[in-house]
């Protein structure tokens, strides 16, 4: 069963993804600016926006756990998911800065410096950063498979921080951020034991 879904998925292409991907950020403004968010639109379309990235972070997450222990291979749509994930990111911090705060930069660092959830989350994009510019193929020419695999591990550190900035967002202990918060945390030592484990098995190899 698992072959047949690979199969048809190799026939899949990925660049869809890029077009359908960002069409609910038009249609969460849509809705905002037809009054249909409640009281504060604004904040309702950063929250979702937010909540977007972080489930598309947590979907590119689980891609190599679902190949390594369900046989099913997503590696293909993991490019523009992460990309996805940034844009979304992105587009989250942007409304923040231009819609909410309107560029007021004294509120926005007293803001930056000031509130816990917000100094994390800046810290979350300022990590994806570095791997939106380098997900082509010519920055993994230039960098070697190795460094440019090194680098993108600075996507579970991203993730810890988008997951910590969605429960500091909220007032009190409320149960979706922290099962999200939850599900990275073992979707990361998921991903440490694997390479641990080829760790071990490549230093085996080695010494046989």
């Not at 077009?19 to 504060?40: K, R």
């Not at 429960?167 to 922290?178: D, H, I, N, R, S």
């Amino acid at each position: 069963m698992t072959q047949r879904i690979n199969t048809g998925l190799k026939r899949v292409p990925a660049w869809p993804l890029y077009i359908v991907g960002p069409l609910p950020v038009i249609w969460l403004y849509y809705l905002g600016l037809t009054n249909q968010l409640g009281a504060d639109p604004v904040k309702a379309i950063e929250q979702q926006l937010g909540l977007i990235g972080l489930q598309l972070i947590v979907a590119g997450l689980m891609i190599t756990p679902l190949r390594r222990f369900a046989g099913l291979n997503l590696i293909k749509f993991r490019r523009a998911i992460g990309l996805l994930a940034f844009f979304y990111v992105t587009v989250h911090l942007l409304t923040w800065l231009v819609v909410d705060t309107q560029l007021d930069w004294a509120y926005i660092w007293m803001d930056i410096v000031k509130r816990p959830y917000i100094t994390i989350g800046m810290t979350g994009f300022l990590l994806l950063l570095p791997l939106a510019v380098t997900s082509n193929n010519i920055s993994i020419r230039r960098l070697g498979p190795a460094t440019w695999n090194k680098l993108h591990r600075l996507t579970y550190a991203a993730a810890l921080a988008g997951a910590v900035h969605y429960v500091w967002l909220v007032k009190g202990w409320q149960t979706e951020p922290l099962v999200y918060l939850a599900g990275i945390v073992t979707l990361l030592l998921v991903r440490i034991r694997i390479r641990s484990k080829r760790i071990v098995a490549s230093t085996l190899k080695r010494a046989g």
